[in-house]
Structures are given as C-alpha cells and as structure tokens.
C-alpha cells in the first residue's frame, strides 16, 4: 500500500474520532495552527518572495494575515456555528423539536492553487478544522518553496489521521482523485475544475469549486474617474496580476478611455515603478513559470496581430520572468485576451456607448467570479447588478469582498459552486442533519389508517393550509 493509501485509510477510521470532539476541542486545534504558522512566519516569506517574488507587505496582507484573520473568526465563532438550531414548526408535525446540526463530512480533499498557495491552502483548512473534519492537503508543486513550508507546518501541528499533506505534481492529483473522499476543497481553473467534478462524480463525492473567469469592471459616465483607476491599478496589478478575482477587463464610455489610461499609468508607475520606465521588482511580483509567462505574452503578441494596440507597457524580461503592465485598445473580440482569463497583468479596455452595451457585453460571457462597478448613480448601479450575474460584486472598489469573513465568497456556473471563509466555510465542510425528536403527543395517528371518519382531519387541513 502506497502513502497516499495508507493516510487515506488511517483517516477514514480516525473521522469517527473527530466526530466526538467539541467546540473547545477544536478550538485548541485552531490555536495550535496559528502557533505554528507564527512560528514559520519568517520561513513562510522568504518561500514566498521565492516562488512569486512577493513582497513582505503584500504577503502579510494578502497571505498570512488573511488567514490569521480566519483563524481568530472560526474560533469566536465556533461554539455559536455547533449548536443545533431551532426551526419552527409545521402543521404537519406541531408537537415535535426540529433541529438542524451540523456533522463533519468526513475525510476531506484541500487542493490548491499556485498563486497564494499560502493563503488558498490555510484558508479551507481552517473552515475543515471547525467541522470537525480529517483533511488531505494537496499544494501546488509550481510554488514548490511554499509546499515546502506549508508540509513542515502541517506536520508539526498535527498527526497525520487528522491532517497530511502530500507534494508532488499532477500525477498526485489524480491518485488522490481517485479516491472516495467525503469532501472536495479545489481553487483553480475552470478547465480542472471539470476534471475534479469528473473524478468526484465517480464516488458521489461533494465538491467546492473556487474556479475563475473573465471577471469585468464597468465604469459609467457618473464617477470619479481619479478613485476608480486608482483602485483598478491596485486591484489589476497586486500578485502581478495573479489573482483570480483581479479586474480582467474594463469597460467605460469612449469619451473617458484616454484620460483613464493616462491616471492608470501615473498610479501604477507610482504604486509599481522604481523609475518611470523600471519596475521595481521589491514591490512588484514575477509570473510563476515560464510556461505562464510566455502564455502571457503569447496573449499580447496575438491580439496585437488581429488589430489591438498597446497604449502602454508591453516591456518583458526573460530572466526574472517579469512581464511589465500593458493595457490594450481596439482589440477585437475573437483575441485569445477577450477569450481566456488573463492571469496576468494585461488590461484590456472596451470602450462603450450606453450601458446596455456594456451589460450586454458582459452577459455574452460566462458569469465571472467578480464584478467591478464604479459609478456615483444608485441608478446605474441597481440596473447594472440586477441584469448581470456574477459570484461577487464589489460598487466602487475591488477585491475587498474576498476579505470579510461574515460574507460567502465563491462563483456562480463556469466560475464555481460553493461558498467559503467563515460560517460559509464551516457549513460548506459539514453536512445539514435534520433531527426530529417527537413528544408524547402524537399527531400522525390521526393520518394513519383506517381512513374512515377520518375526514374531518382533511377538512382541518384545508382551513390550515
């Protein structure tokens, strides 16, 4: 029996442990992740900067304290998320207690992406910790130096009945889809999200798909147009544009595009650039591989062969595998760019007459994980959100919903199923059990047979209902 087999085995037989502890039990073991990641903070950065050149602020805020923040969450909040909870009664059954509780899955599959493979391996884990769950972690081998870190703190913190992770490449992704695990945690793309729903089908098995898309950005004529490059710049080029949720594309009345790309510029050169034409590279991140770093150019170096110009940037360096912001006019609509989500620090812009187009150009594509809106005009907002559909939406800022653990966050359709962080965590990684406990006071016997003079419990039921 391999390794894979044999922790998946010995933690199939330890869930039934699991299912016994309490809140202040797991509260423990929330307590003892956190000490351990604490302690490898340093080790954890310097993993970081050297998979995604990642710096120590963006990390902090975008890694290691998000999960500290879901860590602190869960344990506030645990006993309150355990407790059975009341539900009304019906005419149906008026003497009974009806409770919901809330039961562990199982054993349970975590598999993550590579662009915070800190923060998208902690943060389901935590949520499978609260729900009393044993858990298999599988990291992204394209950020090898956080796999790493992300092993030794798993391995310190707990046995491997409870939580393991394993390393290594696609292959032992599929070995461990194969398996008939209870739950399935996978952040990445559309396109293995459909392998893993594929592989889950076989055992029946749940599944939460964070996925992606083209997630689009529209601005109208009512704004202020400083605010809204400022944040798009941030919001497009944190993580070098390595964000599921980023801006993918923008959308804005034709007479606004050259003065959004001139604040765009001069609010990404302060925020990005040592110089006006030298990133600095302590504040700005590298593409992953050079698989995905020549993907990215590929998209450029396609769209401007159709037709689309590059009003800014474009500048690539082999070495460091650093790929400088670019935004994108005039691109028409069958370009890769327009096709695929970007991943990348390409901004197409799309210009627009009325709102309608825009609203119609986003609802020609598959419903993004996030929608960005800037405007001044409740109007507009209220028409753009009712008559589009998107897992998330944020009015006048970006990615920032991702960062509140009282709201859901997930896709809708091609960009995902499920919700995650906070209670939506816990209840994604538990199952609902129903429990009806009858009083003495039976009210079914008046539905039971014989039926005769009985159809004054009818007549009741139909003055009821």
Request: hydrophobic share 40%; proline share 5%.
């Amino acid at each position: 029996m391999n390794r894979i087999s044999c922790v998946f085995k010995n933690q199939q037989a330890h869930q039934y442990v699991l299912r016994q502890t309490n809140a202040l039990q797991r509260i423990d073991q929330l307590r003892k992740l956190k000490r351990t990641i604490q302690e490898n903070e340093d080790a954890i950065y310097f993993a970081l900067h050297t998979d995604l050149r990642k710096n120590h602020f963006e990390a902090s805020l975008t890694e290691l304290f998000f999960v500290y923040g879901e860590i602190d969450f869960a344990i506030d909040n645990l006993q309150a998320w355990m407790s059975p909870k009341r539900i009304g009664k019906m005419w149906s059954n008026p003497f009974a207690k009806n409770r919901i509780y809330y039961e562990p899955k199982g054993v349970c599959l975590v598999i993550a992406p590579w662009n915070y493979p800190f923060q998208l391996v902690m943060s389901p884990l935590v949520s499978a910790i609260a729900a009393g769950n044993c858990v298999i972690v599988k990291p992204s081998e394209l950020s090898p130096a956080t796999s790493k870190i992300i092993s030794k703190i798993i391995l310190d913190a707990f046995e491997e009945e409870q939580i393991a992770c394993i390393e290594g490449n696609a292959d032992i992704s599929t070995q461990l889809l194969a398996l008939p695990f209870d739950h399935i945690f996978f952040t990445g793309s559309t396109e293995i999200g459909k392998v893993v729903m594929s592989a889950a089908a076989k055992n029946l098995t749940s599944v939460t798909l964070e996925l992606g898309g083209k997630s689009p950005t529209i601005i109208d004529g009512k704004v202020d147009l400083e605010k809204a490059a400022k944040k798009i710049a941030w919001g497009k080029l944190v993580n070098a544009g390595q964000t599921c949720i980023a801006p993918d594309y923008l959308l804005i009345p034709h007479q606004l595009v050259d003065e959004f790309i001139g604040l765009y510029k001069q609010f990404a050169t302060k925020m990005y650039f040592k110089a006006k034409e030298e990133i600095n590279p302590e504040a700005y991140g590298k593409i992953i591989s050079k698989k995905h770093f020549d993907r990215l150019g590929g998209l450029v170096t396609e769209a401007v062969e159709k037709g689309a110009r590059i009003n800014w940037g474009g500048k690539t360096e082999d070495k460091t595998q650093t790929i400088y912001p670019v935004v994108l006019t005039q691109i028409p609509e069958d370009a890769k760019v327009m096709e695929e989500e970007i991943f990348g620090p390409i901004l197409p812009i799309i210009p627009y007459t009325d709102l309608d187009e825009a609203i119609g150009f986003v609802n020609q594509k598959s419903k993004p994980l996030a929608l960005y809106i800037f405007s001044n005009s409740d109007k507009n907002i209220k028409k753009i959100i009712k008559s589009t559909s998107a897992g998330g939406t944020c009015v006048n800022d970006v990615l920032v919903h991702i960062a509140n653990p009282k709201l859901p966050f997930g896709g809708a359709n091609h960009s995902g199923m499920g919700s995650s962080h906070g209670f939506f965590g816990f209840k994604n990684f538990s199952h609902e059990r129903t429990v009806v406990k009858q009083r003495r006071i039976d009210f079914n016997d008046m539905v039971y047979p014989p039926y005769q003079a009985k159809q004054w419990v009818l007549k009741l039921l139909r003055r009821i209902m």
